[in-house]
Structure formats: structure tokens, C-alpha cells
């Protein structure tokens, strides 16, 4: 580590402490030449392996941008978008591997998912899993529902917006 004063290429840890979401770790650092000190974030890297053999860093924003196609005009907010995308990440980081396909990225969002909006789920199951029927739709909703009834769940109910219309 390179001191950002001097570019001296050595460094003294003096305190190291876990983040608040105990992704990364914050070290305060002295200088053994300049005696300055600074603090580096230290995060360990994660890479998705993708269908077509490319890596790239894992991107909570990419987790986000995927989840917020599905969940919009879903009463669904950015704090619950933001948490969904942090639990993904501990997910996958407590697989223990550095380097993860994306397949199992979409897994890991799976769950969090139907958790917070099932409408939402069947949206981004229906293009991650590649529904391309209308039994497929109709066999994710029947498990669904058989998970709500083992759990006693009650569903979310919306307003009906077709309410007092006539049918057709």
C-alpha cells in the first residue's frame, strides 16, 4: 500500500474494523516515512462468470436494475430494492467462492424476491428461468400458492383496479 502523501510503498496498520454491512474492512494506516496517516476500505472481490465465459465484477446495480424491471408499478420501494440487492450479496459471498456463474446470482434473487412481491417474482422467473408457456406460468403460480397454504401465508392483497368495470 502506497502512501497517498509521500508514495512511500510501505504502510503501518494501526486499527482495522468491519464496515456496518461487514462487506469490507476499514483500516487506518500510518506512514513509517511521512508518520501520516489514512484509511483504506479493503472489500474482497467477487466475479460473475457468464453464459458466454466472460467475468466481471459483481454489481449490486446490476442486481437493482434487473429487480426494478420486475417490480415496476409494483408497491415496492428503493430501501426494499436496496436490501434485496444486500441480501444477494451475503448470499453469494457465504457460498465462499470468488468466482460464481451468473446463473447462481439469479438464484440468490429468486427467494429474496417472491419474499418481498410475488408479482414481481413471477415477472423476473418468467424471463430467468425462460417461461415460455402458459403451463409454465401456471405451474409456478400453483407452487406458489402451495408454499402460501404450508405457511399459512396470506397474499398481498392490491386494490382491485378493474373494480366496478365490466368484464371484457
Known sequence: MHCPF???????????????????????????????RFTTIETASLTVTKRSGASEPFSRSKVLVGVRKACQGRPVTEDDLALLAQRVEECIR???Q?????HEVGLAILGPLRELDEVAY????SVYQAFDSLEDFEGAITLLRAEREATGREPDRQPDRHAGMPPG
Open 94 to 96: 457465504q457460498q465462499g
Open 122 to 125: 413471477l415477472r423476473f422467473a
Open 98 to 102: 470468488a468466482e460464481v456463474d451468473a
Open 6 to 36: 509521500c508514495r512511500h510503498t510501505d504502510s503501518r496498520v494501526m486499527d482495522s474494523r468491519t464496515t456496518d454491512d461487514g462487506s469490507s474492512i476499514r483500516r487506518r494506516r500510518q506512514c513509517p516515512e511521512c508518520g501520516r
